[in-house]
């Protein structure tokens, strides 16, 4: 039996197994502008649209146009029913009559519009203002050209101008040259920015934009391919050598990292889904050295789907090993034994930890002994070496390094203070709050699913009774051999509740370099929302025992995998200000051998495999865990897998190929937009 056929690497809604975009070209939304009554309370007249991305409405035909507050119904093949509308003076506005929710057919009422489905509601700009509807009504471009009114159907756009800025306007930066709403675009080349000015993280801080919202507005920048006029690329290096280059495969020295190699993120971040991981093409090389002089490490792109579970685990467990060194520091007397305590949070070894309190009073602490994060006893989740510590570094410096996308958080640090570090002549080019969005919607992505999940939910097709116990004798040989004791199948969240900034974790967790009063990032002031409850489909499920329940298979531990997957150089460690981390006066690096435990969930979808993406098949890459003829036990060189990578080869080729069903069977999934 063909394996690809019993499980795909992602099933749609109906259990077909074809790869889905939850972005389409419409999925821009109409935000922010000012709610005007409609007045409309009966079902408004039709007309039928001829197929073609421009439809012309004679206004001669509906004399209810010739007024403000005036709407008929616009039936179209390419968009399905709209609701095109007279706003003000000679101004119209299009807007999808498909509900956000569950896709049924909106209606006008008193003041704007009703789902007569689930009584979800929008103001008559089409903000969604009540009910389940997740988000407001894509809109469409729509103005008078002699006696007709002609709506582009060909995409969707933003009205930003008042959601993303304050009542003063918004300094203007990569988007400055964006037209406004419903304005026929310019000749020449323009911005790509996707909104008409930059998102307000005083609004974001004030409340005055929603989940639902932010979330959306992360998915557009997530999306946007930038160009020139909105800054992306360099034409300096960070030691102010020039590059006129632009974009760079190879690291190019300097100070840089990687990069520039993209104009999206969705450019590496592109299979089997958005957001999701990356094939081979989208591999990036890194220079931690920033010299320019080889060799470089290669990097695989990571799956982004469960990050905000991820953060969330990373500071509940430093919450508690950190509460557990303050106990050992407390219990050690002055001038007596010291006190070691066991470091233990969720069921996770961490080793241990001793304090000594000396005749002063002044304590000290012994960290020889603690296993898999740094001294400071901070996880950072994130990165093949577990190296960065917030989803809020790894968006913004992605953007830099990627991308050549300068925030203004990181502009704020350049050492020279110069304003425009990457000599692009574009500053500004993504504020605060850009950054803020695109991290609430890293933080909400898909949570990876097991296969039996999907089924139960109706969501996939059920294996055939063969594949379904070949799985189940995989996960049972999983455990066995040992593959379980690093990839843990599932750890409890307490709590649930994403916040960005945040002073969880110790405090470790929040770029304390930014000043509240200059950026409106206030830690005491969070954004917040609820990963079991918000954020796209399949989302956390509730645990039992309160929380939730993360399917992660993973440790949040780095681990020494042996020389044959060790990379070319050592990689820095940065805390949440994007620094290196320092211990002591000690400048923190994970060696080049030791690498995070990557999640397994989601591993059924994203191959190639491993940190590089040196294996092609999900077998190879449980065989490259480890030697065919291993260094001696206790040398360096010896991986920590080595044994549970003996175990797996030495099982029967059918047991062996149980183990790798099993892995197919933990996917990423997403709903199409629609369903969401």
């Not at 799956?303 to 969330?312: D, E, N, T, Y």
């Not at 958080?409 to 203070?417: F, I, N, Q, S, T």
């Amino acid at each position: 039996m063909d394996s690809s056929s019993r499980y795909p690497r992602t099933f749609d809604a109906a259990g077909s197994g074809t790869p889905l975009r939850r972005r389409t070209a419409l999925e821009t939304l109409a935000l922010g502008a000012a709610a005007i009554a409609t007045g409309c309370t009966i079902p408004p007249r039709s007309f039928r649209a001829p197929a073609g991305a421009l439809v012309e409405v004679p206004l001669s035909k509906f004399p209810e146009l010739e007024q403000p507050g005036g709407i008929i119904k616009v039936i179209s093949r390419e968009q399905g029913p709209l609701f095109l509308r007279r706003s003000e003076g000679e101004s119209f506005e299009a807007l999808s009559a498909v509900c956000t929710h569950q896709g049924c057919t909106i209606a006008p009422s008193a003041g704007g519009f009703r789902c007569p489905c689930h009584g979800s509601t929008y103001d008559a700009s089409g903000r969604n203002t009540g009910g389940p509807a997740p988000r407001p009504l894509p809109r469409f471009r729509a103005e008078k050209r002699g006696v007709h009114v002609v709506i582009d159907l060909s995409r969707a756009f933003l009205l930003l101008a008042v959601l993303a800025c304050g009542a003063s306007g918004c300094k203007k930066g990569g988007s400055s040259g964006s037209s406004g709403a419903g304005a026929v675009a310019p000749p020449g080349d323009q911005p790509n920015f996707p909104f008409l000015a930059h998102v307000d993280q005083g609004r974001i801080t004030r409340g005055r934009i929603q989940f639902g919202e932010l979330f959306f507005l992360g998915d557009e920048l997530f999306a946007a391919e930038f160009n020139a006029l909105d800054g992306v690329g360099v034409l300096a290096l960070p030691d102010g050598t020039a590059f006129p280059g632009r974009f760079s495969r190879v690291p190019p020295g300097g100070g840089r990292f990687t990069g520039p190699n993209a104009q999206a993120c969705e450019g590496c971040h592109n299979s089997p889904l958005p957001t999701s991981a990356g094939e081979a093409a989208s591999n990036v090389i890194q220079d931690p050295a920033l010299s320019g002089v080889g060799p470089f490490n290669t990097r695989n792109t990571i799956s982004l789907f469960g990050s905000g579970a991820i953060q969330r685990l990373a500071e509940e467990v430093t919450e508690d090993l950190l509460a557990i060194r303050s106990e050992a520091a407390a219990a050690a007397l002055p001038g007596g034994p010291a006190v070691t305590r066991e470091l233990v949070s969720k069921g996770l070894s961490f080793g241990s930890i001793t304090a000594t309190r000396n005749v002063g009073g002044d304590v000290s602490f012994d960290t020889s002994e603690v296993e898999g994060i740094d001294p400071d006893l901070v996880v950072r989740p994130f990165g093949w070496k577990g190296n960065m510590t917030t989803l809020r570094d790894f968006v913004r410096g992605a953007a830099q390094n990627e991308l050549g996308m300068e925030a203004d958080e990181l502009v704020a640090k350049d050492p020279m203070g110069r304003s425009d570090p990457d000599g692009d002549d574009v500053e500004g080019e993504l504020s605060v709050g850009d950054v803020t969005a695109m991290t609430v919607y890293v933080a909400a992505q898909e949570i990876p699913q097991s296969l039996d999940r999907l089924v139960r939910d109706g969501l996939a097709p059920p294996p055939t009774s063969e594949s379904a116990a070949l799985a189940r004798r995989g996960r049972a040989l999983f455990s066995q051999i040992g593959c379980a004791d690093c990839h843990v199948p599932e750890l409890r969240l307490d709590d649930p509740v994403f916040e960005e900034p945040t002073l969880r974790g110790g405090g470790n967790y929040t770029d304390t370099e930014m000043d509240p009063a200059l950026t409106f990032l206030d830690p005491a002031q969070p954004f917040r929302f609820h990963l079991v409850r918000e954020g796209d489909f399949p989302r956390l499920e509730p645990h039992p025992s309160g929380g939730a329940r993360v399917a992660l298979f993973g440790d949040l531990k780095r681990h020494a995998m042996g020389s044959r997957l060790a990379d070319a150089q050592p990689t820095a460690v940065k805390g949440a200000d994007g620094r290196q981390v320092e211990v002591d006066g000690t400048p923190l690096e994970v060696p080049v051998n030791v690498f995070l435990t990557p999640e397994l969930w989601g591993a059924g979808s994203t191959g190639p495999w491993l940190h590089d993406g040196r294996a092609g098949t999900l077998e190879e890459a449980v065989l490259l865990h480890g030697d065919d003829v291993p260094p001696a036990p206790g040398d360096p060189d010896r991986s920590e897998a080595q044994e549970a990578r003996d175990a797996f080869a030495a099982l029967s080729a059918e047991d062996r190929l149980a183990v790798v069903e099993f892995l197919r069977t933990l996917l990423l999934f997403a709903l199409p937009e629609e369903e969401e």
